[in-house]
């Protein structure tokens, strides 16, 4: 009875912790600016026999260009330890301008050609959610990049960096409630996505939860995801209405009232066969 949040995808790592009043200082470092990396970002395996048939100019081009995927990978990487090393809202809160800056530049990596890139772009923008004193706004900053790596074709690993992004986004203490419960187990929506601007990502999120073409693990962590977002597990919604029992179901009866064409019932029959045995959904190490 319970979804997990965690697994899959190498791209990032570190966790919450405090350390707030760093994140402006660090972002102003590189949030425009060529980072060269991180230290102990991992480096791609090269297979010598290859590398003998290359002529010089080909191997310098493509050390350019594992460089600059490199650099993006540890630039969007620093982004998501230092948003979530800030204590709630205080980044957003506190440098709005630097916020908004470094969430466009996460935005347009989650667009990168590089897959580690993407991954790590998806989590950072779960983050960014998480931590935006005004999610709505921030919302609509990143659905389009968001909506892009929910195509069924984009790499598994993108995907499951995408689903625990969007569950680190369910924590969102600005809108009404946050999804923590006792014991740190997400309990329902901040209610975040049950409106038009997320819509799109709860119908891709669908798809993907639903699709058979993805794997169990993909699926299983958008389930966990839509749990969340739904507030099956008693949490807000969008409208703040009810107690934990009747707002298990307020959330699937709003996204049904926006929902278009056979999404409702689709959602309908996911709710019913598989989202309502979700007991929890754990965060995982994001």
């Given at each position: 009875?319970?979804?997990?949040?965690?697994?899959?995808?190498?791209?990032?790592?570190?966790?919450?912790?405090?350390?707030?009043?760093?994140?402006?200082?660090?972002?102003?470092?590189?949030?425009?600016?060529?980072?060269?990396?991180?230290?102990?970002?991992?480096?791609?395996?090269?297979?010598?026999?290859?590398?003998?048939?290359?002529?010089?100019?080909?191997?310098?081009?493509?050390?350019?260009?594992?460089?600059?995927?490199?650099?993006?990978?540890?630039?969007?990487?620093?982004a998501y330890r230092v948003l979530l090393a800030s204590p709630s809202t205080s980044w957003s809160d506190d440098d709005p301008e630097l916020f908004r800056s470094a969430t466009r530049m996460i935005r347009d990596l989650v667009f990168d050609e590089d897959v580690?890139?993407?991954?790590?772009?998806?989590?950072?923008?779960?983050?960014?959610?998480?931590?935006?004193?005004?999610?709505?706004?921030?919302?609509?900053?990143?659905?389009?990049?968001?909506?892009?790596?929910?195509?069924?074709?984009?790499?598994?690993?993108?995907?499951?960096?995408?689903?625990?992004?969007?569950?680190?986004?369910?924590?969102?203490?600005?809108?009404?409630?946050?999804?923590?419960?006792?014991?740190?187990?997400?309990?329902?929506?901040?209610?975040?996505?049950?409106?038009?601007?997320?819509?799109?990502?709860?119908?891709?999120?669908?798809?993907?939860?639903?699709?058979?073409?993805?794997?169990?693990?993909?699926?299983?962590?958008?389930?966990?995801?839509?749990?969340?977002?739904?507030?099956?597990?008693?949490?807000?919604?969008?409208?703040?209405?009810?107690?934990?029992?009747?707002?298990?179901?307020?959330?699937?009866?709003?996204?049904?009232?926006?929902?278009?064409?056979?999404?409702?019932?689709?959602?309908?029959?996911?709710?019913?066969?598989?989202?309502?045995?979700?007991?929890?959904?754990?965060?995982?190490?994001?």
């Open positions: 009875g319970s979804a997990a949040g965690g697994g899959g995808g190498g791209s990032s790592a570190g966790g919450e912790g405090g350390g707030g009043g760093v994140g402006s200082a660090v972002l102003r470092r590189f949030s425009g600016s060529a980072l060269s990396g991180v230290p102990g970002l991992g480096g791609a395996d090269i297979d010598p026999a290859a590398e003998e048939e290359r002529t010089d100019d080909e191997s310098d081009h493509d050390l350019e260009e594992y460089s600059s995927a490199h650099s993006r990978h540890g630039r969007v990487a620093l580690s890139v993407r991954g790590a772009a998806c989590l950072a923008a779960g983050a960014a959610l998480r931590r935006s004193r005004d999610p709505t706004t921030t919302l609509r900053e990143v659905r389009r990049a968001i909506g892009k790596c929910m195509r069924v074709s984009e790499d598994s690993d993108v995907h499951r960096c995408l689903a625990r992004g969007l569950i680190l986004a369910c924590g969102n203490e600005a809108s009404s409630g946050g999804m923590k419960g006792n014991n740190g187990r997400g309990r329902g929506s901040s209610g975040l996505f049950l409106c038009k601007a997320g819509m799109p990502i709860l119908d891709g999120a669908l798809m993907l939860a639903v699709s058979s073409d993805m794997s169990t693990p993909v699926q299983r962590m958008f389930h966990g995801f839509l749990w969340l977002a739904l507030g099956l597990g008693g949490g807000a919604t969008a409208r703040g209405e009810g107690n934990a029992a009747s707002n298990s179901k307020k959330g699937l009866e709003e996204y049904m009232r926006l929902a278009e064409g056979e999404n409702g019932r689709i959602m309908m029959n996911l709710v019913n066969k598989t989202l309502s045995k979700i007991e929890h959904v754990e965060e995982g190490r994001c």
